[in-house]
């Protein structure tokens, strides 16, 4: 049988086709021995102690704020010890209802109330004892709402 016009075309798909599968199969080598060479982490040799780490557990948030932000301090170093303060029980942070006198009859209005417990105020540092002065002596007489006990 003679070979078609078609014939030419086949072989010529067939060899591009093979063509195409091994540089695919040549491409996927070269990744796989590329991966096993630079691709995977490799354990470190380095084993002292690492020294960015900041070596106490227990800093308190405004320093480590003061440290972070390179001098300079701000409302979520004043949060973050106030929640710090909360944590190891100097002061309590509780429900409270604000009643406020109208003409027409009274408001009340939920709030919090700040309670700070003297048997743990011995251990303060002085910017905690600053910012419990603030918030109960400076802050606390002047708020309509109960922040003292």
């Known amino acids: 049988m003679p070979p078609t016009p078609s014939a ?3 072989a010529a798909r067939s060899s591009s086709q093979s063509r195409r599968a091994g ?9 796989l021995f590329l ?6 982490e490799h354990k470190p040799s380095f084993t002292a102690q690492y020294n960015r780490d900041i070596p106490e557990e227990k800093l308190p ?3 480590v704020g003061y440290l972070w932000k390179m001098g300079s ?4 170093e004043m949060t ?6 909360a944590d190891r029980g100097v002061i309590e942070l509780r429900d409270a209802v604000a009643v406020e006198h109208h003409l027409l009859g009274d408001k009340e209005t939920e709030t919090y109330q700040l309670v700070l417990h003297p048997d743990k105020i011995d251990s303060l540092q002085p910017h905690e004892w600053e910012l419990v002065d603030l918030l109960i002596n400076d802050m606390g007489p002047m708020a309509p709402s109960p922040w003292r006990s």
């Open 23 to 31: 540089s695919g199969g040549g491409g996927f080598v070269l990744w």
């Open 8 to 10: 030419p075309r086949r």
């Open 80 to 85: 973050a010890t106030l929640l710090d303060l």
């Open 35 to 40: 991966f096993l060479r630079f691709g995977r």
């Open 61 to 63: 948030p405004a320093l």
């Open 73 to 76: 301090i701000g409302n979520p």
